[in-house]
């Protein structure tokens, strides 16, 4: 593969985030008077932009959403990120990434406070040349504007970039900037999904990722 800088999404591609958001979203539905008594129901929350899942799966008007989504915040910024963990291997992947001269990036429509403090708690922050989310106001939590915003800062060519996720929003905000993009089938979007938008690759596991973005790169000497 000819790409030099490889953007990844967090939620459901660097880490299995389904135990913080399901019980942040059951406690703002309660908050707003909507009993969710099952959180496998709710997994569907994992990915997009929260205020849009829950006016368009609950009928809130955009007030009533973004209010929702202060609830979700209260028990997520206190307990939520940290019910959370790195798929296994994911660690040694990015190793091996930095190893093989890849310079990557993390580009995720979570608010930057959030996935900065899930980086630093889970120690991936030192493998990413710098971290990209929205704000919690909502600027930059579509996917096309938050890469657009990430290569026009990183000054980053688009054909010299890979966009790793597994929602659609990933491939569709990669598309929409000229960037590569690949799915993966081990997160939260179906294959289904994922071949509906033509991703340029789909990756099976953490270990496809490794071989496939690596196998085949020299490690770059250190020192």
Known sequence: MQWTHVLFDLDGTLTDPKVG???????????????EPDPDTLVHFIGPPLHGVFMSEYGFDEAEAWQAVEH????????????????PGIHALLQALVECGLK?????????VFANEISRHFDMTGYFQAIYGSELDGVRTDKSELIGHLLAIEGLRAEDCLMIGDRR?????????????????YGY???????????AYLFESVADLQMRLCGERPAVQQG
């Open 169 to 185: 929003h990933d491939l569709i905000g990669a598309r929409a900037n000229g960037v590569a993009a690949g799915g993966v089938l």
């Open 21 to 35: 958001i399901t019980r942040s979203i059951q406690y703002a539905l309660a908050q707003m008077g909507i009993h």
């Open 189 to 199: 979007g179906s294959r289904e999904e994922l071949e509906r938008e033509a991703p």
């Open 72 to 87: 979700y915040r209260v028990r997520f910024r206190a307990e939520g990120l940290y019910e959370n963990v790195p798929y």
């Open 104 to 112: 990557l990036y993390m580009a995720t429509s979570k608010p930057w």
